[in-house]
């Protein structure tokens, strides 16, 4: 009935719990996700951190937010987010507040405004980079030297004259 | 597309970066100053770009290998072999409201068709800025990497990443020819490294 709480007082777990339930329906959820089988056109907003897992072509706004596009997500759409990672495909521009992150299995086609930048290595990115904010633009990658971007594969373009 | 992270074929786990004189040169010359811009022919590596946030507000990625090969593969499929000529200002077009300051072009002059380097060299004028600078590595050997190697610029220098053993003629290129095929540009500073790579820095006359 009764547990000690982090602070070491003495609470009534049940009152915890009806509290809990009761912010849980007060306030807004605080991570949405799109699923692996939804397609999206249009236009998708809101005020809470969300995940794409599924497709999503038209815009995309969670300015004070986090999105993440999963390894199943594909976008064609333009992103404004707090913060930007993408371990799916993209076609369309980035725009963070703060950072955006592309992990080994990402695949960016499209330009990029953000003050941070961070790309791992087999990565694929197309595109510009606009870092704003000059003083404290910053762009990190992880060390690993033996592997490269498998991108493109490209051959001999011609044959020399 | 075929993508993914790749174990690189033939690189040798202890290859160490070698000094590249021509890009200490660039850092210098546009370390601190004003807001750059750099056009990276080459495809999107993550250090690569590092670097060239150090020195520039915009880098363009334009992975010209890549959209060549899907420009010429598309045009050569349906049988004109002039439709191949490759259309720079499509794909590598004039970064937004800038003049590039910079661009790598790391192999590429080694695997464009020389006929299409003065095409090249032209549209890099049109959209570069006074003294645009270009660096550039190109073989001094009669036979290539089958697959244009990739580069890491490493702290102490660029890291050779190279994809494939299978070897193709080279086009062996001289100062001189490189020159009369790109109208406009000089030679800045030209060093042969011990890989048989001749480094190049040109700049927009």
């Known amino acids: 009935m009764f547990k000690r709480s982090e602070k070491g007082d003495m609470r009534d777990t049940n009152t915890s719990t009806a509290s809990n339930i009761d912010r849980s329906i007060q306030e807004p959820r605080v991570h949405a996700t799109i699923g692996s089988t939804i397609h999206i056109k249009g236009d998708v907003s809101g005020d809470e951190n969300l995940t794409i897992d599924g497709t999503v072509e038209g815009t995309i706004a969670v300015r004070q937010h986090s999105l993440q596009v999963g390894k199943n997500g594909r976008l064609q759409a333009d992103v404004h987010a707090k913060v930007i990672r993408i371990e799916g495909h993209v076609d369309g521009n980035l725009h963070a507040e703060e950072q955006v992150v592309i992990r080994a299995s990402g695949v960016v086609r499209g330009n990029i405004v953000s003050p941070r930048l961070t790309m791992e290595d087999g990565c694929s990115f197309k595109g510009s980079v606009d870092m704003e904010g000059r003083g404290e633009r910053k762009a990190v990658t992880p060390d690993k030297p033996a592997t490269a971007s498998d991108a493109s594969q490209p051959e001999r373009i011609a044959a020399a004259s | ?205």
């Open chain 2, 1 to 205: 597309m075929a993508r993914g992270t790749i174990a690189v074929k033939g690189a040798v786990p202890d290859a160490a970066p070698f000094a590249s004189l021509a890009l200490q040169a660039v850092t210098e010359r546009l370390d601190g100053g004003a807001d750059h811009c750099v056009l990276d022919l080459g495809p999107g590596i993550g250090v690569n770009i590092e670097f060239c946030l150090r020195i520039a507000s915009h880098v363009q990625v334009a992975d010209l290998y890549d959209a060549l090969s899907t420009s010429m593969l598309g045009a050569c499929s349906q049988g004109s072999e002039r439709a191949c000529c490759p259309v720079f200002p499509e794909l590598l077009p004039a970064p937004p409201g800038r003049r590039a300051d910079l661009v790598l072009a790391w192999t590429l002059l080694d695997y464009i068709d020389q006929d299409d380097l003065p095409r090249l060299a032209q549209h890099l004028r049109a959209i570069g800025a006074p003294g645009l600078l270009m660096h550039a590595l190109v073989s001094t050997r009669t036979r290539i990497p089958r697959l244009p190697t990739l580069f890491r610029i490493e702290p102490h220098g660029l890291l050779a990443l190279p994809r494939t053993d299978e070897e193709c003629e080279g086009p062996r290129q001289g100062q001189v020819r490189l020159l009369e095929r790109l109208p406009g540009f000089r030679v800045v500073r030209s060093v042969l490294l011990r890989n048989g790579l001749q480094e190049y820095l040109f700049a927009l006359k």
